[in-house]
């Protein structure tokens, strides 16, 4: 019994051990340190059987058998072995655009294999078909490249003909020891890096612009602001300057009294003086022709003298045609200022004639008669107003400055202390038609401050948070306009300068720059006004009434070219325009160019020799056509609009053929003997200092360097520009 007994306790050994996968671990787990009391339970639970095969990670079944059929150990997976991170340091922008790994060196090993090693760390291949393969930045990087350095070309050139005007020697920056230090980054290249990363338009903000503070050799100051015209450039005209009048016929006295202007000459026998000045009036019916024309020509632009107070007040009392009106210096200087402007306008006569000259010199002689800083009346504002409006249109580019002093002067004479002009008339118990002629003087008024402030970049001399002035209603025009010229804004202009002009100024000219959100806020506010209240006049033959249907065509879109073509500037930085966060602007600002320069066009060819002698038409449209070059010379390509350089090519002619009669249209233009090869700039971005060139605009856009100055052998057309100051 007892062998049978070890027989079968041998037998069933060897049944466990060829059981067991191998021997090292069967005994290993037969290693018990000490023997522990089992519970009930725990002695009659079976330990679960050990299976020869095991499941590995990704459940793939495997059998530990060797090739000699032996059963092998089981091969514990290799533990991974990672390299050290760099902390601090991220993947280019290349790299983890393809979502591939980086080594963190400057050029990657990835992007030099892939040929796009001048883009690492921070640039990136444009998206698109074929951009994963090797090379697929060349041609974007030569684009680049060129563009580049047509610029950086183009500001040598211009900088070097500014610095020959000052002196004979070569500017520090145009040396050649400054070739070889390192470049910076660009402009453009930070602005692509912007639009990778994705900002978005409303968190965008424009950048600041504070103008420019010009200085003379005698250290004379003048300041342009940031929405400044860009047409005043300091070059050298090629056409003649107007014939000025020699005023010494007009004898010491007045000339005296001229030249104290705005001051009163001490001990002047002012009876005397006047008595002089009404000796050199024209007949009566000369007067009466100059008022008619001053109000036909000039009415659809302001409203300041309306013709019954002309013809039934102020032009009696003068030729002592009724002996119970009574006039001073200051009611004869606003006759004289009237007449000024007619003969300015008559168009039997050439521009910057000799006879609006005399009648000006008249006018700024009556007006020191009496004091202009303490003396003030109704009729001293408006002729300050009439005044400035004879300078801006005198063709003389040092009366500009005066233009703007003039109108301040007006603006701070219409404040409370004197009389109340912006305050309501019915506060001083004014009634009827002296209430209505109160106010619309005064809103033709603020409309002309808040134009001037952004014509030259300067704030307004009147602040919308102090006027308490109403707009005069549709029936009070409607009564007391009867038999007047027809205006070319009225009351439809009142609305749209409360509306939109004085939002649009204190955005413009803010000194805090404001967001592009805000500038979007008041581009909807500015269509929503126009969508509702604008204007359907019908054609007429009369030049007044036509002159108020072209200044009514487009008053919307010049508010829209000014609110935006800052932000327009600031998108022509981006290599695509469109896809930049000031995209809404660009578009904005093209097609208001385009409607501008389209009725400047169109009007032109109806009344040349009026539309000619108005500056600030020409102010408007060289604006205008400055954006439209812009837009020719990035390649930007507008779906739905009028094609770029047709518009340039349209707006050389309009130029052009104006320059012959108008000095502000003959200042947009560089004739073709002023251009030199120093000053072609073919690929010049956008620049608030362009001058039309007086041939038609190249239309290559990117030329390579042996092609920049191919207008030496080939009479090419192209976009020229000389350094100026902004006005």
Same mark, same amino acid.
């Given at each position: 019994?007892?062998?049978?007994?070890?027989?079968?306790?041998?037998?069933?050994?060897?049944?466990?051990?060829?059981?067991?996968?191998?021997?090292?671990?069967?005994?290993?787990?037969?290693?018990?340190?000490?023997?522990?009391?089992?519970?009930?339970?725990?002695?009659?639970?079976?330990?679960?059987?050990?299976?020869?095969?095991?499941?590995?990670?990704?459940?793939?079944?495997?059998?530990?058998?060797?090739?000699?059929?032996?059963?092998?150990?089981?091969?514990?997976?290799?533990?991974?072995?990672?390299?050290?991170?760099?902390?601090?340091?991220?993947?280019?922008?290349?790299?983890?655009?393809?979502?591939?790994?980086?080594?963190?060196?400057?050029?990657?090993?990835?992007?030099?294999?892939?040929?796009?090693? /001048?883009?690492?760390?921070?640039?990136?291949? &444009? $998206? @698109?078909?074929?951009?994963?393969? +090797?090379?697929? #930045?060349? *041609?974007?990087?030569?684009?680049?490249?060129?563009?580049?350095?047509?610029?950086?070309?183009?500001?040598?050139?211009?900088?070097?003909?500014?610095?020959?005007?000052?002196?004979?020697?070569?500017?520090?920056?145009?040396?050649?020891?400054?070739?070889?230090?390192?470049?910076?980054?660009?402009?453009?290249?930070?602005?692509?890096?912007?639009?990778?990363?994705?900002?978005?338009?409303?968190?965008?903000?424009?950048?600041?612009?504070?103008?420019?503070?010009?200085?003379?050799?005698?250290?004379?100051?003048?300041?342009?602001?940031?929405?400044?015209?860009?047409?005043?450039?300091?070059?050298?005209?090629?056409?003649?300057?107007?014939?000025?009048?020699?005023?010494?016929?007009?004898?010491?006295?007045?000339?005296? /009294?001229?030249?104290?202007?705005?001051?009163? &000459? $001490? @001990?002047?026998?002012?009876?005397? +003086?006047?008595? #002089?000045? *009404?000796?050199?009036?024209?007949?009566?019916?000369?007067?009466?022709?100059?008022?008619?024309?001053?109000?036909?020509?000039?009415?659809?632009?302001?409203?300041?003298?309306?013709?019954?107070?002309?013809?039934?007040?102020?032009?009696?009392?003068?030729?002592?045609?009724?002996?119970?009106?009574?006039?001073?210096?200051?009611?004869?200087?606003?006759?004289?200022?009237?007449?000024?402007?007619?003969?300015?306008?008559?168009?039997?006569?050439?521009?910057?004639?000799?006879?609006?000259?005399?009648?000006?010199?008249?006018?700024?002689?009556?007006?020191?008669?009496?004091?202009?800083?303490?003396?003030?009346?109704?009729?001293?504002?408006?002729?300050?107003?009439?005044?400035?409006?004879?300078?801006?249109?005198?063709?003389?580019?040092?009366?500009?400055?005066?233009?703007?002093?003039?109108?301040?002067?007006?603006?701070?004479?219409?404040?409370?202390?004197?009389?109340?002009?912006?305050?309501?008339?019915?506060?001083?118990?004014?009634?009827?038609?002296?209430?209505?002629?109160?106010?619309?003087?005064?809103?033709?008024?603020?409309?002309?401050?808040?134009?001037?402030?952004?014509?030259?970049?300067?704030?307004?001399?009147?602040?919308?948070?102090?006027?308490?002035?109403?707009?005069?209603?549709?029936?009070?025009?409607?009564?007391?306009?009867?038999?007047?010229?027809?205006?070319?804004?009225?009351?439809?202009?009142?609305?749209?300068?409360?509306?939109?002009?004085?939002?649009?100024?204190?955005?413009?000219?803010?000194?805090?720059?404001?967001?592009?959100?805000?500038?979007?806020?008041?581009?909807?506010?500015?269509?929503?006004?126009?969508?509702?209240?604008?204007?359907?006049?019908?054609?007429?033959?009369?030049?007044?009434?036509?002159?108020?249907?072209?200044?009514?065509?487009?008053?919307?879109?010049?508010?829209?070219?000014?609110?935006?073509?800052?932000?327009?500037?600031?998108?022509?930085?981006?290599?695509?325009?469109?896809?930049?966060?000031?995209?809404?602007?660009?578009?904005?600002?093209?097609?208001?160019?385009?409607?501008?320069?389209?009725?400047?066009?169109?009007?032109?060819?109806?009344?040349?020799?009026?539309?000619?002698?108005?500056?600030?038409?020409?102010?408007?449209?060289?604006?205008?056509?400055?954006?439209?070059?812009?837009?020719?010379?990035?390649?930007?390509?507008?779906?739905?609009?009028?094609?770029?350089?047709?518009?340039?090519?349209?707006?050389?002619?309009?130029?052009?053929?104006?320059?012959?009669?108008?000095?502000?249209?003959?200042?947009?233009?560089?004739?073709?003997?002023?251009?030199?090869?120093?000053?072609?700039?073919?690929?010049?971005?956008?620049?608030?200092?362009?001058?039309?060139?007086?041939?038609?605009?190249?239309?290559?856009?990117?030329?390579?360097?042996?092609?920049?100055?191919?207008?030496?052998?080939?009479?090419?057309?192209?976009?020229?520009?000389?350094?100026?100051?902004?006005?």
């Amino acid at each position: 019994m007892r062998v049978n007994r070890i027989r079968q306790i041998f037998a069933a050994a060897r049944h466990f051990l060829s059981s067991c996968t191998h021997l090292p671990t069967c005994l290993a787990r037969t290693r018990i340190a000490a023997p522990q009391r089992r519970s009930r339970r725990q002695v009659r639970a079976r330990p679960p059987p050990i299976h020869p095969r095991r499941h590995t990670r990704r459940g793939r079944v495997r059998k530990h058998i060797s090739g000699s059929g032996e059963r092998a150990p089981p091969q514990r997976p290799p533990r991974k072995t990672c390299s050290p991170t760099r902390r601090g340091e991220i993947a280019c922008a290349e790299c983890r655009r393809l979502k591939v790994k980086c080594d963190r060196t400057i050029p990657c090993s990835t992007c030099v294999k892939r040929g796009c090693a /001048a883009l690492c760390p921070n640039g990136t291949i &444009p $998206p @698109g078909e074929g951009s994963r393969f +090797v090379l697929a #930045a060349t *041609e974007h990087l030569e684009h680049r490249r060129a563009t580049m350095e047509a610029r950086m070309h183009a500001l040598e050139d211009a900088l070097a003909i500014l610095h020959s005007t000052q002196s004979d020697d070569t500017h520090p920056l145009l040396l050649e020891s400054l070739e070889e230090e390192p470049f910076e980054p660009s402009p453009e290249d930070l602005a692509a890096d912007q639009e990778d990363s994705g900002t978005p338009a409303e968190e965008a903000l424009p950048t600041r612009s504070v103008g420019a503070l010009h200085m003379d050799e005698l250290g004379s100051s003048r300041f342009y602001g940031p929405s400044g015209g860009s047409e005043d450039l300091d070059v050298l005209s090629t056409r003649a300057a107007p014939q000025e009048l020699d005023p010494t016929y007009l004898g010491p006295e007045i000339n005296n /009294a001229y030249n104290s202007f705005p001051f009163t &000459p $001490p @001990g002047m026998a002012v009876s005397a +003086v006047q008595s #002089a000045i *009404e000796s050199f009036l024209p007949s009566v019916e000369r007067a009466v022709t100059l008022i008619d024309t001053m109000l036909e020509h000039l009415s659809w632009m302001f409203r300041i003298v309306s013709r019954a107070e002309i013809m039934n007040t102020v032009l009696p009392a003068v030729y002592k045609q009724d002996s119970s009106l009574s006039y001073g210096p200051h009611e004869l200087s606003l006759l004289l200022s009237v007449l000024a402007l007619g003969a300015l306008v008559d168009l039997n006569q050439g521009p910057y004639n000799l006879e609006a000259q005399h009648y000006y010199h008249l006018t700024r002689a009556a007006i020191t008669l009496q004091p202009v800083l303490t003396d003030q009346s109704m009729a001293t504002v408006k002729t300050l107003h009439l005044m400035s409006l004879y300078n801006g249109m005198s063709g003389q580019e040092s009366a500009l400055e005066p233009t703007y002093n003039l109108l301040s002067m007006a603006g701070q004479a219409a404040l409370p202390y004197t009389h109340g002009a912006d305050i309501d008339p019915s506060m001083w118990q004014f009634t009827g038609q002296e209430a209505y002629e109160r106010r619309a003087y005064f809103w033709n008024l603020l409309a002309a401050i808040m134009w001037q402030s952004l014509v030259t970049g300067r704030p307004p001399i009147i602040l919308s948070t102090f006027i308490d002035c109403r707009i005069p209603t549709s029936e009070e025009e409607e009564l007391y306009q009867e038999g007047e010229v027809p205006v070319g804004f009225g009351v439809w202009g009142y609305r749209a300068s409360v509306a939109c002009l004085v939002p649009l100024v204190l955005t413009t000219l803010s000194t805090n720059t404001p967001s592009y959100a805000k500038i979007l806020e008041v581009d909807k506010q500015i269509r929503d006004f126009f969508g509702v209240a604008r204007d359907s006049t019908a054609e007429s033959e009369r030049t007044s009434a036509a002159m108020r249907v072209f200044v009514r065509s487009h008053y919307e879109d010049l508010m829209m070219l000014f609110l935006h073509r800052g932000c327009f500037a600031e998108a022509m930085a981006y290599p695509n325009p469109l896809r930049s966060p000031y995209a809404p602007s660009v578009q904005a600002a093209y097609k208001s160019a385009c409607i501008v320069l389209a009725d400047t066009q169109e009007h032109y060819a109806k009344n040349p020799m009026l539309l000619s002698r108005v500056w600030r038409i020409w102010s408007n449209a060289f604006s205008a056509a400055v954006v439209v070059g812009t837009v020719a010379r990035k390649g930007v390509q507008l779906s739905g609009m009028p094609d770029p350089f047709e518009q340039l090519d349209s707006a050389v002619e309009l130029f052009r053929k104006a320059s012959g009669s108008s000095s502000r249209a003959e200042r947009g233009l560089v004739s073709s003997s002023m251009i030199s090869p120093a000053s072609c700039i073919q690929c010049l971005s956008f620049s608030p200092y362009w001058k039309l060139c007086a041939r038609k605009p190249c239309r290559r856009r990117t030329p390579r360097r042996s092609q920049r100055h191919s207008h030496r052998r080939d009479p090419t057309p192209c976009l020229s520009s000389a350094d100026s100051r902004a006005m």
